[in-house]
């Protein structure tokens, strides 16, 4: 099963988000570990001009937000942009999205991930791509479905055997 994309639903896809100031519209993940992952390399992104931004954004340091590291959410990010190095010093680990997306709002040179339901005016989605020459995606319900949208979240769901082994078939 996949995560929901109800806003009510208590776990969905991640999404990483920029405050609506930011000319940024979307990056790779590549991208993503090279800004969020620790520790730091000479490879690490770690200003905005680093993303191709100019004018006031040129020398202008990336704030990190996003869920802690003891949370689902966190660990899931960790393994799946990160590949488990840890996050980038500098970064700020909250307990819930709604506390990520508020900072983002508030810091114009955020950056933060949380889950993709807690989109509010005042911030905006990144779009994804797996690769770079792969196709972005906005995390849209069909782009789910067909398995583009780097930050899904699948599901498990877990069934109890019966005394002899089995399955039940409608469960099957």
């Known amino acids: 099963a996949h995560a929901a994309l109800d806003p009510a639903a208590r776990s969905s ?11 940024l519209s979307a990056t790779t993940m590549g991208t993503a570990a090279q800004i969020f992952a620790g ?4 490879h690490a992104i770690t ?10 954004w040129r020398g202008q340091a990336i704030h990190l937000y996003g869920l802690a590291r003891s949370t689902a959410l966190g660990t899931f990010f960790a393994r799946k942009v990160l590949g488990d190095r840890g996050y980038a010093d500098g970064y700020i680990g909250l307990r819930e999205s709604r ?7 508030h810091d114009p040179q ?11 005016p005042g911030v905006k989605v990144l779009k994804l791509k797996a690769c770079a020459r792969c196709r972005a995606s906005s995390g849209s319900r069909a782009d789910i479905v067909l398995g583009r ?16 082994g089995k399955i039940d078939p409608l469960v099957r």
């Open 99 to 105: 506390a990520v997306i508020a900072r983002v709002l």
């Open 110 to 120: 955020g950056m933060g991930f949380a889950d993709l339901n807690q989109r509010q």
């Open 47 to 56: 200003q905005w001009q680093q993303l191709g931004l100019g004018g006031r």
């Open 149 to 164: 949208y780097p930050l899904d979240r699948y599901l498990y769901i877990y069934v109890r055997r019966e005394a002899d």
């Open 39 to 42: 520790p730091r390399t000479r």
């Open 13 to 23: 896809p991640l999404a990483i988000y920029v405050n609506q100031e930011n000319p």
